[in-house]
């Protein structure tokens, strides 16, 4: 297909990253949901397209931070699933499915056995090619999973893609809490307080509630909130541990990773070249589309490349629905 080409209307990794918000009012399309329990007594909500052939091959998402189904991208995606005839789904990270999950834990960018029980799950419900994506922080965590499992995660996924995700996350963070940035990072901030602050309610003394109300970056936020409560000794631990470009070299599954080399989280600067990578992994760096945005075509625009191009990629590894 051809390579990606921000409209001439929308120039700028901002508004190519703020777009699919401003300008899009598509709803998601019909889902059914489950939950699943973990394996450590909590539980997961999974939206599955409404209707598809239990044969077909199964499209996972991974969305990103503080995401969900009703996510633009997500959405995008699962109605070109849809059309594909494929089966797609949509897993929530604890806490993100409308609803707070039991335990003090939430989810992180490095949620590696997260994403290990999850697909080893849907493997072992069928045979039919099944295909994982991941968006920004899911699309981390994706990578993160497949590094540290190397020839290992072959038995649980065929091909996998991650979107715009923050593969070196204390660059990431860093430029979260910086300039126009900081915009971005006080919108995560806005849900992610409120739902420290209401886990309180269930774990008193948790952690200090003033610190959450004072925090006034991602930094501080995973300095208080995110790093303790998943192992981590504070935010430059967790962002260096969770971190997926160290092991990029490392993974076996056949993978193709996105980027746009004017996102304003990570631009292309911090981007790993052909030699940091595993055979296994396809570079493909756009010149623009910012963070997770790619609008496409005429004003005003749509967001039909991404989801075209990640089927793309799935389709040579899906040699039955051809």
């Known amino acids: 297909m051809p390579p990606y080409r921000a409209p001439w209307w929308l120039p700028g990794g901002h ?4 777009y699919p918000y401003l300008a899009l009012g598509r709803r998601p399309p019909r889902y059914r949901r489950s939950r699943w329990e973990t394996p450590d007594g909590d539980f997961i909500d999974i939206d599955w397209l409404a209707q598809a052939p239990a044969e077909a091959p199964l499209l996972v998402l991974f969305h990103g931070l503080e995401g969900s189904s009703a996510s633009h991208y997500a959405g995008a995606l699962m109605r070109a699933v849809e059309r594909r005839g494929w089966r ?9 499915s409308g609803e707070p999950n039991r335990l003090a834990r939430a989810y992180h960018s490095g949620d ?14 069928g045979r039919q090619p099944l295909f994982a994506a991941g968006v920004s922080l899911g ?13 290992a995660a072959r ?10 995700a923050p593969i070196a996350l204390s660059v990431a963070g860093e430029r979260l809490g910086r300039g126009v940035n900081r915009l971005y990072g006080m919108h995560f901030l806005h849900t ?7 886990k309180l309610r269930q774990f008193p003394g948790l952690y200090d509630a003033a610190a959450v109300r004072r925090a006034r970056t991602l930094r501080e936020f995973d300095d208080v909130v995110t790093a ?19 092991g990029l070299g490392r993974i076996a599954v056949p993978t193709l990773i996105v980027h746009a080399r004017n996102d304003p989280f990570l631009p292309g600067a911090w981007l790993p070249g052909g030699g940091e990578v595993s055979g296994s992994v396809t570079l493909e760096y756009t010149r623009a589309g910012g963070h997770a945005g790619f609008a496409a075509g005429p004003f005003p625009g749509n967001l039909d490349w991404l989801p075209a191009r990640l089927i793309a990629f799935f389709s040579g590894f899906a040699p039955r629905m051809e």
Do not use: M
Request: hydrophobic residues 45%; contains cysteine; aromatic residues 8%.
């Open 15 to 18: 508004l190519q990253t703020l």
């Open 88 to 96: 797609g789904a949509v897993v929530h990270f604890r806490g993100c």
């Open 112 to 125: 590696a056995d997260e994403i290990d029980w999850i697909l080893r799950r849907l493997r072992a419900a």
């Open 139 to 151: 699309g981390n965590a994706l990578l993160k999973w497949l590094g540290r499992e190397g020839e």
């Open 155 to 164: 038995a649980a996924v065929d091909a996998t893609a991650a979107v715009s």
């Open 192 to 198: 992610l307080k409120a739902k420290s602050l209401a």
């Open 228 to 246: 303790p409560l998943h192992g981590f000794r504070d935010a430059d631990d967790y962002w260096t541990r969770a971190a997926s470009k160290p």
